[in-house]
């Protein structure tokens, strides 16, 4: 069952599970927190619609429960020719299979190191120049070897990315040693692109 509601400067939507509320924070300036037993690459796939969009994300903080259950919270910013915040189903492009973008992106610095944080992660600490579109090509790469977030906090200021993901693999367990040595050679590659 699908179920809307909307008034002045909000949105509420619901699938089943899934659910997703929207705030107009100041002009241009949104906030979106959602929740569900979103699967895979299910912020890569929204992150990357918002880019299409002409959505940009300022500020992320999404955790995996132990039930499986995520909760996030998004603050986004409505560039020119946007697509109107209030009116997006966030939890259905989340839930969009398969639908990613161009995986290239550009970093400054990172740090990825080995954590028993989830039963085994690599946390992933990254800066960058923010772009439209960065963190769903981040993410999209990532799924391409395999690995998900499982918790991130992404920042933006004066034009920086300041990122912090933990990562496991796709189908929940700690990544392999070939997952890890992977993302190094894709984070090396882009320190250098």
Known sequence: ??????TDGSAFRRHGE?????TELAPES??????????????AHLSCRLAEQRISIDHVHARLGADRIW???LHLLSLPA???????????LAEEPDKMTESAFGIDSYRLLESRDYGGSLMLTLEAPDSLGLLGSLLTRLALL????????IE???GRAFDSLWLCAAGGGSPT???????????????NS
């Open 18 to 22: 899934a659910w997703s509320e929207a």
């Open 82 to 92: 946007a697509v109107d915040p209030l009116a997006i189903d966030y939890s259905a």
């Open 1 to 6: 069952m699908n179920r809307i509601s909307r």
């Open 177 to 191: 040693g070939d997952a890890r040595d992977a993302v190094l050679q894709v984070l090396e590659r882009s320190c």
């Open 156 to 158: 933006t200021s004066a």
């Open 71 to 73: 909760i996030a919270e």
């Open 30 to 43: 949104f906030r979106v927190r959602l929740g569900g037993p979103f699967r895979g690459a299910w912020l």
């Open 146 to 153: 395999g690995l998900v977030p499982v918790e991130l906090h």
